[in-house]
């Protein structure tokens, strides 16, 4: 299935390995058919595929939130750290944006002292560490996100899922998030992925581009993206970019028409 | 609905302006029209009497204030416990809700009676009765509150173990607040309600010295006056009550939730 992945020779094994996965939820919605995936260690992986194919579902099931049907989701030693980023920023509205971003570090025991400096640390990363004090109502949807992401990275997780963050946002404010989250990314060992529907966005950002079929999901194809990292501005705009978009909407188109809707 | 922020001093001074226009001319028309004083006094008679039967009025003020914040204070406990136990299970609020609906909507004027019968103490027979007219905003509010949790937030607290009580503490609790709060401020308006009504239905029969016993006796004895007193001190308990479940939600909410939110926590 993944052509792709068979053709590049890694010495490390997989950081999460997918086998046979498939979901039905009760009431017989049949989400998910059986799926093999194999997540490399630090690489940018997006799923993208018509909406309600089963996206969320399959993000779920490998951060633990959704026990499958059938099938084992295999995560590696390092990898048990998993952080979370849902497509509303999902925060607390009684909570300042520190107390917000330290959450994951009270649920564990961390002692205040150290809890104090990472949250300092993790909002300089998203460049919030002027608004620490705040209350989430008092952010743009922007600043909320990057809050979101913030708390995501305190716990230093090995692995990043991302759940269409970015598309509840404007245009300009995406095109921003997108750029800060590959620098956030770029040169560390963190592993993410990443749900969209934004075919443009998905080329821009990922090593590896996984198409999914509608409902019943199924894993189609994938792509990869050999532009080295860290992408120039003008990236978005070349012609290989258009390319890799104009393949990418050819292989969505045939995963929508292979389902019932749309 | 972006509401046009009025200054402060306006906001104060438009209802004072209402009062006090409506004062002058309730008693422009009551001494130009001659109106006799048991039918209508004029304000500055109800002040007189106010000031003259304090001793009284005063008196029966704290036992109605006793009787109102004794079964506030009761609802509460009772409300927030019944509503714990409620989203314990679905099955147990299927099987008791019903009742507890039942009990409300049964009026307090029709049960009064049989729990002044039953209950020997009379102060503590107003205690039950006010208590069951105030229960149910709370319950019903903080049943609502504790299950309207954001189910991301649930999926955060899952994704990093968090244990039952941490998920109570920090998370059901605070999303509970808002709607409990709400709950709060019908049921202090109710428990004076109640305290007023179980009290006249007691009659002479019942502790004989709150508000709701002067107004009975001063409508007996034709003391219209004494009884627009004690009319005013029970609607001023309730504007009271009301205003001070207000200033609580808003010292334990003010910075976050938007039915809190003032003009200067516009977005930025
Ligand atoms: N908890 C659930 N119970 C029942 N059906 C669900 C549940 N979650 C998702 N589904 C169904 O599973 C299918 C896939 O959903 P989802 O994974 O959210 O799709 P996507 O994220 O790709 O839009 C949809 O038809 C959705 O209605
Ligand atoms: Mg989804």
Known sequence: MNSCAEQVVRTEAPLVRVRQVSKTFRGGVRALDPVDLDIERGEFLTLIGPSGCGKSTLLRLIAGLVTPSGGRVDVAAGASRRAFVFQTPTLMPWASVADNVRLPLDLEGTTAPEARERVAA????????????????????????????????????????????????????????????????????????????????????????????????????????????????????????????????????????????? | MNERAYPRWLRLAAPGLVGLATLLAWHLIVTLGQVPVYLVPAPLVVLGALASDWALLGASLLVTLKITLLALGLALVLGVLVAFLFVQSRLIELSLFPYVVLVQVTPIVAIAPLIIIWVKDPTAALVICATIVALFPIVSNTIVGLRSVDPGLVDLFRLHHASRWQVLLRLRIPSCLPYFFAGLRVSSGL??????????????????????????????????????????????????????????????????????????????
Request: net charge neutral; hydrophobic share 50%; aromatic share 6%.
């Open chain 1, 122 to 262: 993790a909002l300089a990363r998203v460049g919030l560490q002027e608004f620490s004090r705040a209350y989430p109502r008092e952010l743009s949807g922007g600043m909320q996100m990057r809050v979101s992401i913030a708390r995501a990275l305190i716990t230093d997780p090995a692995l990043l899922l991302m759940d269409e963050p970015f598309a509840a946002l404007d245009e300009i404010t995406r095109a921003r998030l997108d750029r800060d989250l590959l620098g956030l990314w770029t040169g560390t060992p963190l592993t993410v992925v990443f749900v969209t529907h934004s075919i443009s966005e998905a080329v821009l950002l990922s090593n590896r581009v996984v198409v999914m079929s509608a409902r019943p999901g199924r894993l189609l194809d994938a792509i990869r993206v050999d532009e080295p990292y860290p992408r120039e501005r003008g990236f978005a705009l070349s012609e290989r970019h258009a390319r890799l978009c104009a393949q990418l909407g050819g292989l969505l188109e045939a995963a929508s028409g292979a389902g019932p809707d749309e």
């Open chain 2, 191 to 268: 428990a004076l309600i109640g305290a007023v009504v179980a009290e006249f239905v007691a009659g002479t029969g019942g502790t004989g010295s709150g508000l709701a016993y002067q107004i009975l006796m001063s409508g007996l004895q034709l003391n219209i006056p004494r009884l627009f007193a004690a009319l005013l001190l029970i609607a001023a308990t309730g504007v009271v009550l009301f205003l001070g479940a207000s200033l609580l939600a808003r010292l334990a909410l003010g910075r976050w939730h938007e039915s809190e939110m003032r003009n200067e926590y516009e977005p930025r």
